[in-house]
């Protein structure tokens, strides 16, 4: 149980386009997602909080026209990044916590690799 | 976020020995977990311990934590080429929206 399933897993676009990535709780309510992106070799930052049915909350240096994020049902929260440019170019990361159980432990997506050319 | 300090960033050891990596933050905490990630994939949980709790072990895997000092230690016992992996800390911050701020993580190599 617990999985997060993540579409794409990987995307290539040209510099300007927007990009979807979907994040989904296969076998579990989430009423919070987080997404982050991890840079080659380094550690996973938060780049926002997703909550079902409310805006997104997001951390201090992301732009939130830049990233836009959709939590519209309890299985399903989107991130899109708008006029993508080259240093978008990174591993972004979905989690989810299981709405029931509230408990402490985040289940992670697999990841989609997002290359801007 | 804050990121907690990792060490060593790089760890290389031969198979069979032990592998010992050290984790500290800053902020108080309501848990700690470790994560391994493999090259360009996704996050696997390895164990959760709690800040009431001082040793934790699953398997191979022996997790202490130190509140007083803010620092967490994860041990892996008869390690194997297929732990060849990297090692991130997670603290979920007390009084936070509960995300979890990473470490900076931990390259382990186990070679055969």
């Known amino acids: 149980g617990a999985v997060v399933s993540q579409h794409p897993s990987w995307v290539i676009c040209k510099s300007g386009t927007s990009v979807k990535i979907e994040c989904r709780s296969l076998?579990?309510?989430?009423?919070?997602m987080f997404w982050y992106r991890q840079f080659p070799k380094q550690s996973l930052m938060l780049m926002a909080t997703?909550?079902?049915?409310?805006?997104?909350?997001?951390e201090q240096g992301v732009e939130k026209d830049k990233f836009l994020i959709n939590h519209a049902s309890l299985t399903l929260s989107t991130l899109t990044v708008t006029s993508a440019h080259p240093e978008d170019s990174s591993f972004y990361i979905c989690?989810?916590?299981?709405?029931?159980?509230?408990?402490?432990?985040?289940?992670f997506g697999p990841g989609t690799r997002l290359t801007v050319l | 976020s804050q990121q907690g300090e990792e060490d060593p960033q790089a760890l290389s050891i031969q198979e069979g020995e032990n592998a010992t990596m050290n984790c500290s933050y800053k902020?108080?905490?309501?848990?700690l977990q470790w994560y391994r990630q493999n090259s360009g994939r996704g996050l696997v949980h390895l164990i959760l311990?709690?800040?009431?709790?001082r040793e934790k072990h699953s398997g191979r895997l022996r997790v202490t934590l130190d509140t007083s000092k803010k620092s967490s230690s994860l041990l892996i016992t008869a390690s194997r080429a297929a732990d060849t992996a990297s090692y991130f800390c997670?603290?979920?911050?007390?009084?936070?929206?509960?995300?979890?701020?990473f470490g900076s993580g931990t390259q382990l190599t186990v070679l055969p």
């Open positions: 989690s989810a916590r299981d709405r029931v159980s509230q408990g402490n432990e985040q289940f």
């Open positions: 311990i709690r800040s009431n709790e």
């Open positions: 997670a603290t979920d911050e007390a009084g936070s929206a509960r995300q979890l701020t």
């Open positions: 076998d579990f309510q989430a009423t919070t």
């Open positions: 997703s909550n079902e049915g409310s805006k997104a909350t997001y």
């Open positions: 902020t108080s905490i309501n848990n």
